[in-house]
Antibody, heavy 116, light 106 residues
């Protein structure tokens, strides 16, 4: 059974940093692109980042480019999202997802609240 | 950026009623994917590559479309289908989602 378990969310002040983690199991992690998708409270879904199987290619929307960094450790079947210079508009539940052209599996999400 | 416009924003349907949700893309896409999100839960893949049902999705659901116009249809609405449905394109970066259709039971 595919499982994705996010962790690392919490309350953080504007301008500070936070690193999210996602532990994957139930599939061969190194064979799949992975991604982060977020959802602000009572809002829709927004794609945040994608990483290739080896980690050599990464993709971001303009809203987070230069502030967020996606990475992975295939030996640990783990995905990460380093978030710097956080803004109030980054407040959201962050989901880890297994990516093809679509997002086949999602974790339960971890809530990040950016507030002073 | 490809903008996806979903309609309606909200709708209510009676049990047994046929329901159609639409998603229009600002530019042509190869495929459309759909997700169901129940209140308080994570999104679930529902339909991928326009018309393929994800594992466990009842066959009263179907998807169709091409180019810039796509739809998700429920042949006969059931109580458990009440949720928000999002469309998503991955044909080009940035990956984008529609703003969702909230489907309620009447």
């Amino acid at each position: 059974e595919v499982q994705l378990v996010e962790s690392g969310g919490g309350l953080v002040q504007p301008g500070r940093s936070l690193k999210l983690s996602c532990a994957a199991s139930g599939f061969t992690f190194s064979n799949y692109y992975m991604a982060w998708v977020r959802q602000a409270p009572k809002k829709g879904l927004e794609w945040v980042a994608t990483i290739s199987t080896s980690g050599s290619r990464t993709y971001y929307p303009d809203s987070v480019k230069g502030r967020f960094t996606i990475s992975r450790d295939n030996a640990k079947s783990s995905l990460y999202l380093q978030m710097n210079s956080l803004k109030s508009e980054d407040t959201a539940t962050y989901y880890c997802a297994r990516r093809l052209d679509w997002f086949a599996y999602w974790g339960q999400g971890t809530l990040v609240t950016v507030s002073s | 950026e490809i903008v996806l416009t979903q309609s309606p924003t909200t709708m209510a349907a009676s049990p047994g009623e046929k329901v159609t949700l639409t998603c229009r893309a600002s530019s042509s896409v190869s495929y459309m994917h759909w997700y169901q999100q129940r209140s308080g839960a994570s999104p679930k893949l529902w339909i991928y590559e326009t018309s393929k049902l994800a594992s466990g999705v009842p066959n009263r659901f179907s998807g169709s479309g091409s180019g810039t116009s796509y739809s998700l249809t429920i042949n006969s609405m059931e109580t458990e289908d009440a949720a928000t449905y999002y469309c998503q394109q991955g044909s080009s970066y940035p990956v984008t989602f529609g703003s969702g259709t909230k489907l309620e039971i009447k």
